[in-house]
């Protein structure tokens, strides 16, 4: 029998399933293409050291994916003197800036899409005042795009609010929050463009360090400019899982796949490149029920995951086509 503390299913949604909905959301894929020519004006220092990295592997662009450069730059800890430490600093800066203002966007849904979203959205309704929780989101996203969809629709604002997994405070204090007993319960493990620093507070991550910053809210003037809170796409993180909202976010997550009886994957295509991924989502491969990528027959990551996880799990196929079948 499931606990009642535990979920009896679990959806694991990584970039696929927000591409498929918000074409405009970029891939990983997508951001690779934007380095180091479609580096806005405003990252001079990060453009300027991409180019000059190309440059130095020849031309050669495969050498520019987006995790190696954030990788380097964010383990870098040995600098010659104050001026490297401080182009260093501005460049992690701008690094974290780029990344936040590629995915972030303004989620714009079709009718259609929309309709889909919301439809598997209320499929995923828990009523937490029973004490028993049927489903929980698992993202590996840090987009808005479900929050977005929520806000934006007058039925599910009223019907639902979003349950993080933990107690994260709006900036402004007295800002009204939507409560109901019917929550989606949305883990995002590796953060959120809605989340920032508490302004003035130390380094580490801290639960009592972050707050939950909407558009519509009286403090986000003065957030806007700021770093959201999320982990970019570089084998090294150590930085970020330093204090104890990301240890707990990624602790209750472990404790949830384990006392699942279903896990599904919708966009997330085990990327090879992050071995800590693989390992903490493959020891509960017995009860993956499907694993939904969107890649041509025959392509090499379709077969890789085949063999991974066995072909009768992995299904090619558009998030949206899915889940409106499911």
């Not at 939950?212 to 959201?228: A, G, K, L, M, N």
């Not at 090499?300 to 992995?314: A, F, I, M, P």
Request: negative net charge; proline residues 4%; charged residues 30%.
């Amino acid at each position: 029998m499931m606990q009642s503390n535990c979920y009896r299913r679990i959806f694991v949604l990584g970039s696929g399933f927000s591409k498929s909905f918000s074409p405009q959301m970029p891939t990983l894929r997508d951001l690779n293409e934007l380095i180091p020519f479609g580096i806005p004006d405003e990252f001079p220092h990060f453009r300027d050291y991409c180019k000059r990295f190309l440059t130095l592997c020849n031309g050669d662009s495969d050498y520019l994916g987006i995790e190696p450069l954030a990788t380097s730059i964010l383990s870098a800890q040995i600098f010659p003197g104050e001026r490297e430490r401080l182009y260093h600093a501005s460049l992690r800066f701008e690094l974290l800036r780029f990344i936040a203002s590629v995915i972030r966007s303004d989620n714009v849904l079709d009718e259609s899409a929309a309709a889909i979203l919301k439809k598997f959205l209320e499929s995923c309704e828990n009523d937490s005042a029973s004490g028993a929780r049927e489903t929980l989101l698992l993202s590996f996203n840090y987009d808005t795009l479900i929050e977005t969809a929520i806000a934006k629709d007058k039925e599910l604002c009223e019907q639902v609010s979003v349950d993080y997994g933990v107690k994260i405070d709006p900036a402004d204090r007295s800002a009204k929050r939507g409560k109901s007993n019917r929550t989606i319960d949305l883990i995002k493990l590796h953060g959120s463009l809605n989340w920032f620093p508490v302004k003035g507070a130390s380094d580490e991550l801290d639960l009592k360090n972050v707050c939950e910053v909407e558009p519509q809210d009286r403090s986000f003037p003065i957030y806007c400019e700021d770093t959201p809170i999320f982990i970019p796409m570089a084998h090294a993180k150590e930085s970020f899982l330093r204090g104890s909202l990301f240890n707990l976010l990624w602790s209750k997550a472990d404790y949830y796949l384990k006392n699942a009886e279903e896990i599904y994957f919708i966009g997330y295509g085990f990327p090879k490149t992050d071995i800590n991924n693989l390992e903490f989502l493959l020891r509960h491969r017995d009860r993956f029920k499907k694993v939904v990528v969107f890649e041509h027959d025959g392509s090499h990551d379709l077969q890789r995951l085949q063999k991974l996880l066995g072909e009768s799990l992995v299904e090619s196929c558009d998030a949206k086509e899915f889940l409106e079948k499911l």
